[in-house]
Structure formats: structure tokens, C-alpha cells
């Protein structure tokens, strides 16, 4: 196959190693490792010594790391591949056979699944300021900015059936290599998430094709690629909407909408520590399933932790 598989990893050994086992054999992989702690750049370099490895040292942060991965990798078609994936038999050469069979695509987007075969919605609409403030603040407790929300994650949105979309999730971007190189790889203003969505919407701008093709499947974990990361993650994803927002839509009424957020955010972020400690507590003194303690203790963690550490850099430096 004329493709290949970038994918960076930190501190996810385990599924690391399970996603590098699922490709098939011969094709071309890129791993760049960014510090992580558990010997993942060690078993990469022990057990698979055909991929071509970097290993950093030190986190540069995923947007970089990815540029780094492609900017020696060959092939007429790229993956840019989250660590906590499955690549199922088939699944990239049906790829290359759409992106060969669709010549307008400058990336693509696939059908993901989660490890229990159900359906991982995977397609958005590009964010627009009021779908952010009624996902991501204490209005979407109150019903606010539905709309906006549900055309954001593209609510309604068949995923039977091959069509033109936005932005697929980054979890398994295909990209054309002319398309990618004609945008300038990643935007590494971008530490963590909101990359993969910039890059698509410049894609976009130029007037390129995305498109998503529900033949080929690959299986996605789902967040355990950042679970490392915790309360961290969380952060960079809110300074990447605010970079986005400040690249594409620079003025007074993103500086107001910016003055906005924060607040809500944090006010959302306050009640959700509350309600997760509430429910921790609950599930606790009530006997419930040790799965479901550990989900409702991670949930506690996530928010108390972006409380902690992050509220105020976000507040005032963000």
C-alpha cells in the first residue's frame, strides 16, 4: 500500500503495542514518542524493529510530534493514528481504495468503532463559539444553545453512508500527501487537540474535499490516548478552542465571548467536581459495581484536578 501510519505515543505502552500488532505486515510506520515514562520507545524498538522510531526527550506535544512522524514518511497517502486504535484486516487498503476512487479528497475520515463493535460517533461540524458555550459551560444544563450543540457533533448525521463532511476525529485522519503538504502540516501552536481540526478547516478555506468513507473500520478506545495526561489534557483542549477562535475569528466579539467562557467554564467545572464527588460517594456507600466506583473516582479526579491546577492559569493566562 502506498501509505503510511504516523502515530505518536506517551505514556500508553499497552496499547501501543496492540496497535502496531493490528497493521499489516510491510507497511510503512512512523512512531515518534514524546517522553513517555513506561518504556514505550523501548518495546517499540525490542519488539517491532521495522518502525521507524523517534523517540523525544521531551513532551513537544502532539501537533509537532505529528509533523515530525510525516515529515520523513513516503507513501501518496498518510495515517495519522491514535495509539489506543485497532486496525482491523482490510480496513487501510479499502481506504486507499476510496482515496484512489475519490482523487477531490484531501483527507478522509473512517467508521469508528468502540472495542464492543457499537457505533463511536466520529464526525463534527467545524466549532463555532455558541456550540462551544452550550458543550462546555453551565448553559448546557439549562438547555441552552441546543441546536448549535447538536449540529456541532453532527447529531443527525448518517454514518451508513459515504459523504462530504467537515472534520472526521483525529483518532484516524487519512490525508493526501499533496493535500497535507500544500497546508503546511500541523499548526504546533496547538499542544494537544484542536489540531486536527484546524488543519481540516484550512484544508477546507483552500477549497479541498474531506470526506468519510463508512467501509473502512477501525477500533477506537476512546480518550485513553490523553487518559495520561488527566486534568492537563482537559486544559489544552480549552486553550485549543481559544486558539482557534482567536486565529479564525480575531476581534471584539471573540475577546467577548473568550471574557465569557472562562467564567461559565469554571462554573460548570465547579458543579461537575460537586455532582462527580456526590455520585463517587453514592456508588461507594451503596456497594455499586468496582467499574463503575473507579468511572464516577476517575470523573471526581479529572474535574477536582482541572480545579486545582489549572483554574486559574486558565482564568487569567489562557
Known amino acids: 500500500m502506498d501509505l503510511t501510519v504516523a502515530i505518536v505515543s ?15 505486515a510491510g507497511i510503512g510506520v512512523s ?56 486496525v482491523p484486516p482490510g480496513a487501510l487498503e479499502e481506504m486507499v481504495r476510496f482515496l484512489d476512487g475519490h482523487p477531490c479528497a484531501a483527507a478522509a475520515g473512517c467508521r469508528l468503532e468502540n472495542p464492543d463493535g457499537s457505533l463511536q460517533p466520529s464526525v463534527r461540524a467545524f466549532p463555532t463559539r455558541a456550540a462551544v458555550l452550550g458543550t462546555f459551560t453551565v448553559l448546557k444544563r439549562f ?18 453512508r459515504e459523504s462530504r463532511i467537515e472534520q472526521p476525529m483525529g483518532a ?41 468513507n463508512p467501509r473502512c473500520v477501525i477500533v477506537h478506545a476512546g480518550g485513553r490516548s490523553t487518559d495520561p495526561a488527566g486534568p492537563a489534557a482537559r486544559f489544552h483542549l480549552l486553550k485549543g ?44 456507600l451503596l456497594g455499586a459495581p468496582a467499574e463503575k466506583v473507579e468511572r464516577a473516582r476517575r470523573r471526581y479526579r479529572l474535574r477536582r484536578g482541572f480545579l486545582r491546577n489549572y483554574a486559574l492559569e486558565f482564568l487569567f493566562r489562557a
Request: hydrophobic fraction near 45%; aromatic fraction near 12%.
Open 10 to 24: 506517551y505514556n500508553c505502552r499497552d496499547d501501543l503495542r496492540s496497535c502496531l500488532a493490528s497493521l499489516p
Open 31 to 86: 512512531v515518534v514518542d514524546n517522553a513517555s515514562s513506561d518504556g514505550s520507545a523501548a518495546m517499540v524498538a525490542a519488539e517491532f524493529p521495522a518502525v521507524s522510531l523517534a523517540a523525544n526527550r521531551e513532551n513537544r506535544g502532539f501537533a509537532a510530534a505529528c509533523n515530525q512522524a510525516l515529515r520523513s514518511a513516503g507513501g501518496r497517502y498518510l495515517l495519522l493514528l491514535n495509539p489506543d486504535t485497532k
Open 143 to 160: 438547555g441552552l444553545l441546543r441546536s448549535a450543540r447538536r449540529r456541532y457533533h453532527q447529531a443527525d448525521f448518517d454514518y451508513s
Open 172 to 212: 484516524a485522519l487519512f490525508l493526501r500527501r499533496e493535500a497535507w503538504e500544500r497546508a503546511g502540516g500541523m499548526d504546533e501552536g496547538y499542544f494537544l487537540y484542536l489540531e486536527e481540526v484546524d488543519l481540516c478547516r484550512r484544508l477546507a478555506d483552500a477549497g479541498e474535499e474531506i470526506w468519510y
Open 241 to 284: 478552542f481559544l486558539r482557534y477562535f482567536r486565529q479564525r475569528r480575531p476581534g471584539a466579539l471573540t475577546a467577548c465571548f473568550i471574557a465569557v467562557f472562562k467564567p461559565l467554564h469554571l462554573l460548570e467545572t465547579v458543579w461537575g467536581t460537586a455532582e462527580a464527588g456526590l455520585s463517587l460517594a453514592a456508588r461507594s
